[in-house]
Protein backbone atom coordinates (compact mmCIF):
# COMPACT_ATOMS: atom_id res chain seq x y z
CA UNK A 1 0.00 0.00 0.00
CA UNK A 2 1.36 3.36 -0.61
CA UNK A 3 1.49 6.32 2.06
CA UNK A 4 -0.77 6.84 5.01
CA UNK A 5 -3.44 8.95 5.79
CA UNK A 6 -4.79 10.00 9.37
CA UNK A 7 -8.11 12.55 9.88
CA UNK A 8 -8.28 15.04 13.09
CA UNK A 9 -11.72 16.12 14.09
CA UNK A 10 -11.15 17.34 16.72
CA UNK A 11 -13.74 19.76 17.71
CA UNK A 12 -16.08 19.01 14.29
CA UNK A 13 -19.51 18.03 15.43
CA UNK A 14 -21.72 14.79 13.15
CA UNK A 15 -25.08 13.32 12.78
CA UNK A 16 -24.81 9.56 11.63
CA UNK A 17 -28.04 8.06 11.03
CA UNK A 18 -28.80 4.08 11.46
CA UNK A 19 -25.62 4.28 13.38
CA UNK A 20 -25.91 1.33 15.89
CA UNK A 21 -24.31 -1.39 13.55
CA UNK A 22 -22.73 -2.38 10.51
CA UNK A 23 -21.73 0.48 8.25
CA UNK A 24 -23.18 3.04 9.87
CA UNK A 25 -21.44 2.00 13.13
CA UNK A 26 -18.25 1.92 11.29
CA UNK A 27 -18.66 5.48 10.28
CA UNK A 28 -19.51 6.51 13.95
CA UNK A 29 -16.56 4.76 15.67
CA UNK A 30 -14.14 6.34 12.94
CA UNK A 31 -15.31 9.52 13.53
CA UNK A 32 -15.01 9.37 17.27
CA UNK A 33 -11.05 8.18 16.83
CA UNK A 34 -10.62 11.11 14.96
CA UNK A 35 -11.78 13.18 18.16
CA UNK A 36 -15.22 14.17 16.74
CA UNK A 37 -18.24 14.62 18.88
CA UNK A 38 -20.82 12.43 17.51
CA UNK A 39 -24.30 11.92 17.37
CA UNK A 40 -25.75 8.11 16.94
CA UNK A 41 -29.21 6.84 15.97
CA UNK A 42 -31.47 3.59 15.58
CA UNK A 43 -34.62 3.07 16.44
CA UNK A 44 -33.80 1.07 19.32
CA UNK A 45 -32.98 2.98 22.55
CA UNK A 46 -31.13 -0.15 24.01
CA UNK A 47 -28.73 -0.41 21.32
CA UNK A 48 -28.70 3.84 21.05
CA UNK A 49 -27.71 3.57 24.47
CA UNK A 50 -25.23 0.71 23.95
CA UNK A 51 -23.11 2.19 20.89
CA UNK A 52 -23.00 5.69 22.78
CA UNK A 53 -21.31 4.64 25.54
CA UNK A 54 -19.07 2.46 23.65
CA UNK A 55 -18.15 5.21 21.52
CA UNK A 56 -17.99 8.19 24.50
CA UNK A 57 -14.91 6.23 25.74
CA UNK A 58 -13.01 6.25 22.30
CA UNK A 59 -11.15 9.30 21.34
CA UNK A 60 -11.57 12.98 22.54
CA UNK A 61 -14.75 13.84 21.60
CA UNK A 62 -18.20 13.43 22.93
CA UNK A 63 -21.02 10.78 21.71
CA UNK A 64 -24.49 10.93 22.15
CA UNK A 65 -27.20 8.85 21.58
CA UNK A 66 -30.76 9.01 20.08
CA UNK A 67 -33.39 6.36 19.01
CA UNK A 68 -35.78 7.61 16.42
CA UNK A 69 -37.45 6.67 13.87
CA UNK A 70 -36.19 8.28 10.27
CA UNK A 71 -39.47 7.56 8.21
CA UNK A 72 -41.04 9.98 10.59
CA UNK A 73 -40.49 13.65 10.11
CA UNK A 74 -41.03 14.95 13.35
CA UNK A 75 -38.24 12.31 14.72
CA UNK A 76 -35.78 13.80 11.97
CA UNK A 77 -36.38 17.21 13.30
CA UNK A 78 -35.79 16.06 16.76
CA UNK A 79 -32.59 14.33 15.97
CA UNK A 80 -31.03 17.56 14.22
CA UNK A 81 -32.66 19.42 16.91
CA UNK A 82 -30.52 17.77 19.46
CA UNK A 83 -27.28 17.51 17.58
CA UNK A 84 -27.25 21.18 17.42
CA UNK A 85 -28.01 21.75 21.08
CA UNK A 86 -25.88 19.13 22.30
CA UNK A 87 -22.70 20.22 19.92
CA UNK A 88 -23.72 23.88 19.49
CA UNK A 89 -22.70 23.36 15.56
CA UNK A 90 -23.13 20.46 13.33
CA UNK A 91 -20.59 20.37 10.67
CA UNK A 92 -21.34 16.86 9.28
CA UNK A 93 -24.04 15.05 8.66
CA UNK A 94 -23.87 11.36 7.36
CA UNK A 95 -27.08 9.88 6.00
CA UNK A 96 -26.70 6.17 6.19
CA UNK A 97 -30.01 4.95 7.51
CA UNK A 98 -31.72 2.42 5.64
CA UNK A 99 -33.79 -0.64 4.67
CA UNK A 100 -33.45 -3.34 2.68
CA UNK A 101 -36.89 -5.07 1.69
CA UNK A 102 -36.30 -8.46 0.42
CA UNK A 103 -38.98 -8.80 -2.65
CA UNK A 104 -38.25 -11.59 -4.95
CA UNK A 105 -39.72 -9.65 -7.75
CA UNK A 106 -41.56 -5.92 -8.20
CA UNK A 107 -44.54 -7.49 -9.00
CA UNK A 108 -44.83 -9.09 -5.70
CA UNK A 109 -43.97 -5.65 -3.70
CA UNK A 110 -46.67 -3.95 -2.45
CA UNK A 111 -47.56 -0.04 -2.52
CA UNK A 112 -46.72 -0.02 1.69
CA UNK A 113 -43.41 -1.70 0.66
CA UNK A 114 -42.72 0.79 -1.87
CA UNK A 115 -43.65 3.85 0.69
CA UNK A 116 -41.09 2.59 3.71
CA UNK A 117 -38.75 2.11 1.36
CA UNK A 118 -38.68 5.58 -0.11
CA UNK A 119 -39.40 7.17 3.28
CA UNK A 120 -36.22 5.57 4.94
CA UNK A 121 -33.54 4.93 1.83
CA UNK A 122 -34.59 8.75 -0.12
CA UNK A 123 -37.24 11.36 2.09
CA UNK A 124 -35.15 10.69 5.26
CA UNK A 125 -32.14 11.61 3.85
CA UNK A 126 -33.32 14.68 1.89
CA UNK A 127 -35.57 15.75 4.75
CA UNK A 128 -32.07 15.80 6.96
CA UNK A 129 -29.84 17.18 4.60
CA UNK A 130 -31.94 20.01 4.26
CA UNK A 131 -32.53 21.03 7.99
CA UNK A 132 -28.96 20.47 8.37
CA UNK A 133 -28.00 22.50 5.13
CA UNK A 134 -30.19 25.48 6.06
CA UNK A 135 -28.44 25.08 9.87
CA UNK A 136 -24.89 25.20 8.00
CA UNK A 137 -25.71 28.28 5.58
CA UNK A 138 -27.51 30.11 9.31
CA UNK A 139 -24.50 29.34 11.21
CA UNK A 140 -21.78 29.94 8.27
CA UNK A 141 -20.42 26.55 8.64
CA UNK A 142 -18.51 25.05 5.82
CA UNK A 143 -19.87 21.79 6.38
CA UNK A 144 -20.07 18.33 4.64
CA UNK A 145 -22.90 16.01 3.78
CA UNK A 146 -22.37 12.75 2.56
CA UNK A 147 -25.14 9.43 1.66
CA UNK A 148 -24.63 6.28 1.72
CA UNK A 149 -25.83 4.47 -1.20
CA UNK A 150 -25.16 1.08 -2.91
CA UNK A 151 -24.20 -0.21 -6.50
CA UNK A 152 -27.59 -1.55 -6.90
CA UNK A 153 -28.16 2.08 -7.87
CA UNK A 154 -26.70 1.69 -11.32
CA UNK A 155 -27.96 -1.93 -12.19
CA UNK A 156 -30.56 -2.27 -14.72
CA UNK A 157 -31.50 -5.33 -13.52
CA UNK A 158 -31.41 -8.03 -10.56
CA UNK A 159 -32.82 -8.83 -7.36
CA UNK A 160 -33.63 -6.36 -4.64
CA UNK A 161 -35.83 -4.17 -7.08
CA UNK A 162 -37.38 -1.61 -4.24
CA UNK A 163 -33.58 -1.24 -2.68
CA UNK A 164 -31.96 -0.52 -6.36
CA UNK A 165 -34.70 1.77 -7.12
CA UNK A 166 -34.07 3.65 -3.75
CA UNK A 167 -30.25 4.22 -3.97
CA UNK A 168 -30.74 5.46 -7.69
CA UNK A 169 -32.88 8.39 -5.91
CA UNK A 170 -30.25 9.11 -3.69
CA UNK A 171 -27.73 9.18 -6.58
CA UNK A 172 -30.11 11.60 -7.74
CA UNK A 173 -29.90 13.52 -4.77
CA UNK A 174 -26.90 13.99 -4.45
CA UNK A 175 -26.00 15.27 -7.69
CA UNK A 176 -29.43 17.75 -7.74
CA UNK A 177 -28.75 19.01 -4.23
CA UNK A 178 -25.25 18.70 -4.18
CA UNK A 179 -25.14 21.92 -6.98
CA UNK A 180 -27.29 23.64 -5.37
CA UNK A 181 -25.48 23.71 -1.77
CA UNK A 182 -21.72 24.02 -2.96
CA UNK A 183 -21.69 27.95 -3.41
CA UNK A 184 -23.08 27.98 0.28
CA UNK A 185 -19.67 26.32 1.29
CA UNK A 186 -21.53 23.01 1.81
CA UNK A 187 -20.53 20.36 0.11
CA UNK A 188 -22.67 16.85 -0.57
CA UNK A 189 -21.18 13.81 -1.76
CA UNK A 190 -22.09 10.13 -1.61
CA UNK A 191 -19.75 6.01 -0.63
CA UNK A 192 -21.44 3.60 -2.62
CA UNK A 193 -21.23 0.37 -1.31
CA UNK A 194 -21.29 -3.34 -3.12
CA UNK A 195 -20.77 -6.84 -1.17
CA UNK A 196 -19.99 -4.99 2.37
CA UNK A 197 -19.71 -7.36 5.53
CA UNK A 198 -23.57 -6.51 7.36
CA UNK A 199 -26.50 -8.11 9.54
CA UNK A 200 -28.46 -7.81 6.52
CA UNK A 201 -25.50 -9.10 4.48
CA UNK A 202 -25.14 -12.08 6.92
CA UNK A 203 -28.84 -12.54 6.62
CA UNK A 204 -29.20 -13.42 2.81
CA UNK A 205 -26.22 -15.79 3.28
CA UNK A 206 -27.83 -17.92 5.76
CA UNK A 207 -30.94 -18.18 3.99
CA UNK A 208 -29.03 -19.37 0.45
CA UNK A 209 -26.45 -21.34 2.46
CA UNK A 210 -29.99 -23.16 4.53
CA UNK A 211 -31.69 -23.52 0.75
CA UNK A 212 -28.38 -24.92 -0.94
CA UNK A 213 -26.61 -26.99 2.16
CA UNK A 214 -24.11 -24.80 3.02
CA UNK A 215 -22.91 -22.34 5.48
CA UNK A 216 -23.04 -18.36 6.25
CA UNK A 217 -19.36 -17.86 5.42
CA UNK A 218 -19.11 -20.40 2.88
CA UNK A 219 -22.01 -18.35 0.92
CA UNK A 220 -19.98 -15.17 1.87
CA UNK A 221 -16.51 -16.14 0.60
CA UNK A 222 -18.00 -17.21 -3.08
CA UNK A 223 -19.80 -14.09 -3.08
CA UNK A 224 -16.62 -12.56 -2.35
CA UNK A 225 -14.66 -14.30 -4.55
CA UNK A 226 -16.61 -12.83 -7.92
CA UNK A 227 -15.52 -9.63 -6.68
CA UNK A 228 -11.80 -8.35 -8.65
CA UNK A 229 -10.44 -7.94 -5.15
CA UNK A 230 -12.07 -11.23 -3.93
CA UNK A 231 -12.56 -10.09 -0.24
CA UNK A 232 -15.94 -8.79 0.96
CA UNK A 233 -15.73 -5.07 2.03
CA UNK A 234 -15.34 -3.71 5.61
CA UNK A 235 -17.62 -1.49 7.73
CA UNK A 236 -14.05 0.58 7.97
CA UNK A 237 -13.53 0.73 4.40
CA UNK A 238 -16.90 3.16 4.08
CA UNK A 239 -15.85 4.81 7.00
CA UNK A 240 -12.41 5.91 5.28
CA UNK A 241 -13.95 7.17 2.51
CA UNK A 242 -16.28 8.86 4.36
CA UNK A 243 -13.94 10.51 6.77
CA UNK A 244 -12.30 11.71 3.34
CA UNK A 245 -14.89 13.09 1.59
CA UNK A 246 -15.67 14.87 4.57
CA UNK A 247 -12.07 16.40 4.97
CA UNK A 248 -10.23 19.20 4.30
CA UNK A 249 -8.50 16.81 1.53
CA UNK A 250 -12.06 16.55 -0.48
CA UNK A 251 -12.92 20.63 -0.36
CA UNK A 252 -12.52 20.59 -4.10
CA UNK A 253 -15.17 17.28 -4.74
CA UNK A 254 -18.70 18.34 -4.49
CA UNK A 255 -21.35 15.75 -6.06
CA UNK A 256 -19.28 12.78 -6.41
CA UNK A 257 -20.79 8.89 -5.82
CA UNK A 258 -17.34 7.62 -4.67
CA UNK A 259 -17.42 3.83 -5.37
CA UNK A 260 -16.13 1.96 -2.34
CA UNK A 261 -16.84 -1.63 -4.11
CA UNK A 262 -13.89 -3.77 -4.47
CA UNK A 263 -14.23 -3.41 -7.68
CA UNK A 264 -17.97 -4.97 -7.98
CA UNK A 265 -19.05 -1.40 -9.71
CA UNK A 266 -16.76 -2.70 -12.72
CA UNK A 267 -19.43 -5.85 -12.87
Not at 55 to 84: N, Q
Not at 101 to 122: C, F, G
Request: charged share 25%; hydrophobic share 45%.
Amino acid sequence: MVGRATYDFSSESALVTGSTSGIGRGIARALAEADANVLVNSRTESAVEETAADLDSVGDGRAVGVAADVSDPAAIERLVETAIEEFGELDLLVNNAAVWPMEAAMIDADLDDWDHTIDVNVRAGFYASKLVARHMIDAGVEGAIVNVTSQTGDRRTGNRGLYGISNTAVNGLTWRMAGELAEHGVRMNAVSTDLTDTRQVRLEARLEGEAADRTEEEVLDAWASDLPTGRMGQPADLADAVLFLASDRASYVVGTVLRIAGGGNLQ
